[in-house]
Every structure is written in structure tokens, then in C-alpha cells.
């Protein structure tokens, strides 16, 4: 591979066994010390607030957690600072050792040492690992790619973070957890990282990955990067960081010089109040079976032996929530596709719906036989990125709202302003791009848009992934309300908390198969013990 000097940077001086400790130092004369300031930052979308005089700071080795609801202005914030959002499109100072910095691009940004990685993995699937990682910089040798470097470098890399992987394999064949790992990784290839932003890094981890990955912040920190570190998840807070910043409605309201205070105390001033209390469910045991899977197999491909899903059956009562639980790989989001009439390869087995043998050979055979599905990436396979929330929502529904090829616009408008007033969308402009709101505010439309079809069945497939606590919580409500008024719901989730708090019955796979079926009262242990196959 032939390397242009426009295009790739030679690395071929960086220690990559350790992030980069050269180009942190900070003034040491400066009184304040940061090697990040932000001085009364505010910036709108089309007139819509996202922040307002906002300050903020970090110091070199310290690691700053941001907490705060969805579109509390978290991800803008992050933006600016990493310059996604170029200078002039906001009001407001940004410093970088008590100087003014002017980015008007990203590369801007990753110059002067800050960078970030986002929520949502961008990686080059078709690409190897060693040059996913080191995109942009790759070690050359006489005008070509040094393959041999760039095999060594990506290796060190691996082994720094735990990754056990050839990195002339393919990205695409990596498990998510460590496709974002690698992510991580190169973020920290790039020369002189002084500010390290990271976005939810956790959200596809194991608990073991977790763990490591926080260790590996520690040596990063002890280097003298400066760490923003972005969760929902409030018990890794006290693991990671120094200090803590809550941001609520684009501000900053709120700091806890420790990060060992009581997580009740920061939920509180995420959502300006205290939580409300949740109501015991009682489950109605003689309901009727509504969806009913046997024996069901999903190949890999048309025409593959190789199993994805092998031999399950289960079954889905009226108003009941049953949590699907297990490891990445295990096939639940395959045996929801296959359901789903999404799944792109061969299906066995038997579904049927209230009795009635069925075969969904696409999602819109589902719809019309009243399965909606909530799939796990909402940018991928959910958002109609360009367009309205109005449009989004209507996606799935269109119908209802048509009278032969005309769309009944005050109709479908009426409907939707109600769904969005129900599910507290913010701000509540059905007119506004959806690509415009926070994450629990577009996981919310997309929630919208199953409730309008009036479901029978419902999957939800991580349905709070990168959620804050309080969409979490409306999130929960609004699919019991759903279970209370009839609907069948099928929750897939990785979060074991929420597994065995909102499911009246839990599934667990192992791959491929379903090993195991407990009440809500089971614990923690016996979860996980039966999705690593230590019982059958």
C-alpha cells in the first residue's frame, strides 16, 4: 500500500506501549492550573438553547466526570471542546493553558491534543485492525506502508488495553466491546494527547472489560492527560474519577469535589428533584400466550450451517414483559431479527401469533401482523436521519393517518403531539430534525413510533443504551403502560439491574440456545452464571 504524504502522518516516534506524557506540560506559574477552560460558553440550534454560560475546567491528570440527563447539553459541550462545532458557531471562550484556541475542524482539535471518542463507533469494518488504529498516521518506508511497524505498534496496543486479536483481522469481525476498545486505543495513538474525552466508553463492555478499562485510565491519568469522561452509569463515577460535574438544561448546575459522595445526591441535582418511587407490577399468570416460538433456528447466511440461534423456544403472554438476557454473541438480537422478519439468512422452526402459524419475510410483514421492534443501534437501523420527528414517528404508521395515496396531515400532526406530550420529548417540536435532540430524546421517538402502530408484540433491543436515569425511568413506565393496556414485550438487555427490576420473566442465552428461565426474584449471580455456561 502506497501512502500519500497528504494523507497519512508517520508515528514512527511514538512510544505506543504508554500514552504520551510529552507536550502536557502546563504553566506551572498559572495559579489555576488547567490544561482545559471554558469561560460562559452558550450555542443554539434553530433558536433551541443547548447551552447557556457555560464554565467548565480540567487539569492535567485529573479525570472530570460529566453526569446529566439527556439533552442536558453533555454531547454539545464534548463538541465544542473537540471541535466538531467549528469557533464562530458559538459564543464564549475556550482555553487551552490559559490561552485562547480557535478549532475549526476536528483535525484542529487532535492537533492541539484533545481528543475525542464519541458514544457511536466509527470504524473502517472493512479495514484490519492495525489500520483502523492507526489511520491517519500510518509508519511508512519509502513511501509505502512499513507493514512490520505498523503489526508492532498495533500489538502494543492491544496488549495496554487487553485485547487479544491479530490486528491484520478484520475490525468488522471483532465483538462491539472490542471494536470500542480498539476505538479507545487509537484515540490514544495520535501524538501528544493532552485531553482525552471519552463518551460512554463502557456502554458495550463486560464488567471484567470494564475493569480494565479503568485501570488503564489510571496509567493514561498518571501520564498527565487531563480526562472528561462522560456516563449514565453513576457507580462507575467513584471507580474513574476526581471530581464530578452535573450539567441539567445547558448549564452547569452543580459539582461535587468528590466523587465519592452519594450517588442519590447526584441523581437529585441531574433531575432537579427526587426520584419518584417505582410501583410493584402484579402479572397476570392466566394471560394467554400471544407470540409462541418453537424450536426456532437462525443461520448465519443463506444457504450456512452454522447456527446463530439453535433450536429455542419460548413463549410471550399478553401484558407481560420478559427480559432476554446474555452475552454479546449469545443470539438474542438474532432471535429478535428473525422475529422481526429482518434477519438476512436462513429461519427453522415455528412462529405463531395468537395461535396463528406466521412466517414475517420482511419487517413490514411484521408490522402488519402488529410486531414493532426497537432495535439495539438507533443511528444504523432506527433514525430517519434529515427528517422531522414528525416523520419519524409516522414511519411505521402511515396509514392510519392516509386516505388512499393522501396523507390526513392534521390527523397524523394530533396523533403525534400527543405521543411526543406523553413521552416528554425535549423540546417538543414535532417540526425539528431528529438528528437535533440528545440520545433518550431520539430513543424516545423511536419509541413513539412503535405506540402509534398500537403493537401486539413489541421487542425492545437495549432499550435504554446510552439512556440517563431519568429517560431511563420513563422509558420503564411507558412499556409497563404498554404490558398494563395488553401489548406483549419482549426486552433484550445486557444491564442485568434492569433485567431482573422491570421483567416479570427472564430468559438467558448461551450460545445460541436459551439455558435457562428464571422469575424476577433471581439474583445477580445465577444471571450471570447461566450466561457464561456455568449452568445449564
Not at 471519552?198 to 498518571?222: N, Y
Not at 446463530?308 to 446474555?326: I, Y
Not at 410486531?371 to 430517519?384: A, F, H, P, V, W
Request: charge should be negative; charged fraction near 25%; proline fraction near 4%.
Amino acid at each position: 500500500m502506497q501512502v500519500s504524504k497528504l494523507m497519512w502522518r508517520d508515528p514512527a516516534t511514538l512510544d505506543v506501549s504508554q500514552p504520551h506524557a510529552e507536550g502536557n506540560a502546563v504553566d506551572a506559574s498559572r495559579p489555576d492550573g488547567y490544561v482545559l477552560e471554558l469561560r460562559e460558553v452558550s450555542k443554539s440550534f434553530g433558536g433551541i438553547p443547548a447551552l447557556s454560560d457555560v464554565n467548565f475546567n480540567v487539569r492535567p491528570g485529573e479525570v472530570v466526570a460529566v453526569i446529566g440527563e439527556n439533552g442536558a447539553g453533555k454531547s454539545t459541550l464534548m463538541k465544542i471542546i473537540s471541535g466538531v462545532y467549528p469557533t464562530d458557531s458559538y459564543q464564549g471562550e475556550l482555553l487551552l493553558d490559559g490561552r485562547p484556541a480557535r478549532f475549526r475542524t476536528v483535525r484542529d482539535a487532535e492537533a492541539a491534543g484533545i481528543v475525542l471518542v464519541p458514544q457511536e463507533l466509527y470504524i473502517a469494518p472493512n479495514l484490519s485492525i492495525a489500520e483502523n488504529m492507526f489511520m491517519g498516521m500510518l509508519p511508512s518506508r519509502r513511501g509505502f506502508v512499513d507493514e512490520a511497524k505498523l503489526f508492532t505498534l498495533a500489538m502494543e496496543r492491544l496488549a495496554f488495553f487487553g485485547v487479544q486479536a491479530n490486528p491484520n483481522a478484520s475490525v468488522g469481525e471483532l465483538s462491539p466491546s472490542a471494536q470500542r476498545l480498539v476505538t479507545i486505543a487509537s484515540a490514544l495513538s495520535k501524538a501528544a494527547t493532552r485531553v482525552l474525552i471519552l463518551d460512554e466508553p463502557t456502554a458495550s463492555l463486560t464488567q471484567g472489560e470494564a475493569v480494565h478499562l479503568f485501570e488503564r485510565i489510571a496509567q493514561i491519568k498518571a501520564q498527565n492527560v487531563g480526562c472528561i469522561y462522560i456516563t449514565h452509569r453513576l457507580d462507575e463515577i467513584a471507580q474513574v474519577a476526581d471530581r464530578v460535574v452535573v450539567m441539567r438544561n445547558g448549564r452547569v448546575v452543580e459539582h461535587f469535589a468528590s466523587a465519592q459522595d452519594k450517588i442519590s445526591d447526584m441523581v437529585r441535582a441531574m433531575i432537579g428533584h427526587d426520584p419518584e418511587p417505582s410501583t410493584p407490577r402484579v402479572l397476570n399468570e392466566r394471560a394467554a400466550a400471544v407470540l409462541t416460538v418453537s424450536n426456532l433456528s437462525v443461520h448465519e447466511g443463506f444457504g450456512s450451517k452454522r447456527c446463530r440461534v439453535d433450536n429455542v423456544s419460548l413463549e410471550l403472554r399478553r401484558g407481560e414483559v420478559l427480559g432476554l438476557f446474555g452475552l454479546v454473541g449469545a443470539g438474542r438480537t438474532e432471535l429478535a431479527k428473525a422475529i422481526f422478519g429482518a434477519w438476512q439468512g436462513t429461519c427453522e422452526g415455528e412462529i405463531r401469533i395468537d395461535g396463528e402459524r406466521v412466517h414475517p419475510r420482511s419487517p413490514a410483514e411484521a408490522i402488519s401482523l402488529g410486531i414493532g421492534m426497537l432495535t439495539e443501534d438507533r443511528k444504523q437501523t432506527g433514525l430517519i436521519e434529515g427528517h422531522s420527528v414528525l416523520h419519524n414517528i409516522s414511519a411505521a404508521s402511515i396509514r392510519s393517518v392516509s386516505s388512499g395515496p393522501f396523507i390526513r396531515e392534521r390527523d397524523e400532526v394530533d396523533r403525534n403531539r400527543e405521543l411526543i406530550r406523553k413521552l416528554d420529548l425535549r423540546p417538543p417540536r414535532l417540526d425539528a430534525k431528529v438528528e437535533w435532540f440528545s440520545g433518550g430524546n431520539q430513543q424516545k421517538v423511536l419509541l413513539a413510533r412503535w405506540i402509534a402502530i398500537r403493537p401486539r408484540i413489541l421487542i425492545v433491543d437495549e432499550p435504554t443504551y446510552g439512556v440517563d436515569i431519568g429517560a431511563r425511568q420513563e422509558i420503564y413506565r411507558l412499556l409497563h403502560e404498554l404490558a398494563a393496556e395488553g401489548t406483549a414485550v419482549l426486552m433484550i438487555s445486557s444491564d442485568m439491574t434492569e433485567i431482573l427490576d422491570e421483567s416479570d420473566r427472564v430468559l438467558v442465552m448461551y450460545k445460541g440456545r436459551v439455558t435457562q428461565s428464571f422469575d424476577r426474584k433471581a439474583s445477580r449471580h445465577e444471571l450471570m452464571a447461566a450466561a457464561t455456561g456455568e449452568i445449564h
